[in-house]
């Protein structure tokens, strides 16, 4: 098939580039990142089924999707701190920069639409496990925008009738992650024998590996049309862990203990949970998590080292 990837020089859109190369698609990537700048996607940049186009969401336009099969939207202001000095531009991007796709995909027939969700779209759950018909309750800038985006999907279908889908997700780690995720971080400062901090202690998370996410797109993407259109997924591995259980785990897994600064939860975050069931995945696209998180853990930490 041919697919359009937004935001695929990125953590998820590149290891997802790779995948749908590897599978025989022909991919184009459209990105803010120069292409020669574009370092996670280095090595098949030239590859004869790969284009790239140095393009803002922001200007894309109906021809640049018309020749496509499949668009699958992952371009975002994708780091939570980011949202609170800046919550204008996180808007902007993850808001206005949906609206201008989903404008452009409106008036082009296309297979299927999928959107990145997240998993802080829900950061006070009514009820745990979180499903996919849990009602959205942001907390912060960033998972407002992220919902809000979502929201938009949903409507240009009901409106336009655009064939969405929607995957959605924890933490995902492994190499080439986000760097402002805690667990880098935390990892980072560790390897360096630095201090680290511990914003709150309570709050839980969801981990899943960047192999596991890439797989359910893999299978949200070749799956009969018929059974994913309209569709929201969720696709973490399905445990949850306060933050204080995963620090621990860093110092087990590394060997090493360093001093911990201790912080107030973020603004929003404190009484955030994130446990999801990743039952409808299962079922539906045949979703079948293999690493789980305290290997998420040992795997990301591997791959730090080497960049040391």
């Given at each position: 098939?041919?697919?359009?990837?937004?935001?695929?020089?990125?953590?998820?859109?590149?290891?997802?580039?790779?995948?749908?190369?590897?599978?025989?698609?022909?991919?184009?990537?459209?990105?803010?990142?120069?292409?020669?700048?574009?370092?996670?996607?280095?090595?098949?940049?030239?590859?004869?089924?790969?284009?790239?186009?140095?393009?803002?969401?922001?200007?894309?336009?109906?021809?640049?999707?018309?020749?496509?099969?499949?668009?699958?939207?992952?371009?975002?202001?994708?780091?939570?701190?980011?949202?609170?000095?800046?919550?204008?531009?996180?808007?902007?991007?993850?808001?206005?920069?949906?609206?201008?796709?989903?404008?452009?995909?409106?008036?082009?027939?296309?297979?299927?639409?999928?959107?990145?969700?997240?998993?802080?779209?829900?950061?006070?759950?009514?009820?745990?496990?979180?499903?996919?018909?849990?009602?959205?309750?942001?907390?912060?800038?960033?998972?407002?925008?992220?919902?809000?985006?979502?929201?938009?999907?949903?409507?240009?279908?009901?409106?336009?009738?655009?064939?969405?889908?929607?995957?959605?997700?924890?933490?995902?780690?492994?190499?080439?992650?986000?760097?402002?995720?805690?667990?880098?971080?935390?990892?980072?400062?560790?390897?360096?024998?630095?201090?680290?901090?511990?914003?709150?202690?309570?709050?839980?998370?969801?981990?899943?590996?960047?192999?596991?996410?890439?797989?359910?797109?893999?299978?949200?993407?070749?799956?009969?049309?018929?059974?994913?259109?309209?569709?929201?997924?969720?696709?973490?591995?399905?445990?949850?862990?306060?933050?204080?259980?995963?620090?621990?785990?860093?110092?087990?897994?590394?060997?090493?203990?360093?001093?911990v600064m201790q912080a107030p939860y973020r603004p929003g975050e404190e009484g955030q949970r994130e446990y999801f069931t990743n039952k409808k995945a299962r079922d539906v696209l045949g979703y079948n998590p293999k690493v789980g998180p305290k290997q998420s853990i040992a795997l990301t930490w591997e791959w730090i080292k080497s960049l040391i």
């Amino acid at each position: 098939m041919r697919i359009l990837v937004t935001g695929g020089s990125g953590f998820g859109g590149s290891g997802l580039v790779h995948a749908l190369l590897e599978r025989g698609h022909e991919v184009t990537v459209l990105d803010i990142i120069a292409p020669l700048e574009a370092d996670k996607l280095a090595d098949v940049i030239d590859h004869p089924n790969l284009t790239y186009k140095w393009k803002a969401i922001h200007d894309i336009k109906p021809s640049d999707i018309e020749d496509q099969d499949i668009v699958i939207h992952l371009q975002a202001q994708a780091d939570v701190p980011m949202g609170f000095p800046s919550p204008y531009w996180t808007a902007h991007q993850n808001v206005m920069g949906t609206v201008a796709l989903l404008e452009a995909c409106r008036q082009v027939e296309l297979d299927r639409v999928i959107f990145a969700g997240s998993g802080n779209e829900w950061g006070r759950p009514v009820y745990v496990p979180i499903d996919e018909n849990h009602p959205l309750t942001p907390h912060n800038p960033y998972a407002w925008s992220k919902a809000a985006a979502e929201l938009a999907f949903w409507a240009w279908q009901r409106c336009y009738h655009i064939p969405v889908v929607v995957m959605s997700n924890g933490v995902v780690i492994g190499p080439h992650m986000r760097r402002e995720i805690f667990i880098f971080k935390w990892l980072w400062a560790i390897a360096h024998n630095h201090p680290l901090r511990l914003e709150g202690s309570g709050q839980t998370r969801d981990i899943t590996y960047v192999t596991d996410v890439i797989d359910a797109w893999v299978l949200a993407i070749e799956s009969p049309r018929d059974k994913v259109i309209g569709h929201k997924f969720q696709v973490s591995f399905g445990e949850e862990h306060s933050v204080q259980e995963i620090l621990n785990w860093c110092f087990e897994i590394t060997g090493i203990t360093v001093s911990v600064m201790q912080a107030p939860y973020r603004p929003g975050e404190e009484g955030q949970r994130e446990y999801f069931t990743n039952k409808k995945a299962r079922d539906v696209l045949g979703y079948n998590p293999k690493v789980g998180p305290k290997q998420s853990i040992a795997l990301t930490w591997e791959w730090i080292k080497s960049l040391i």
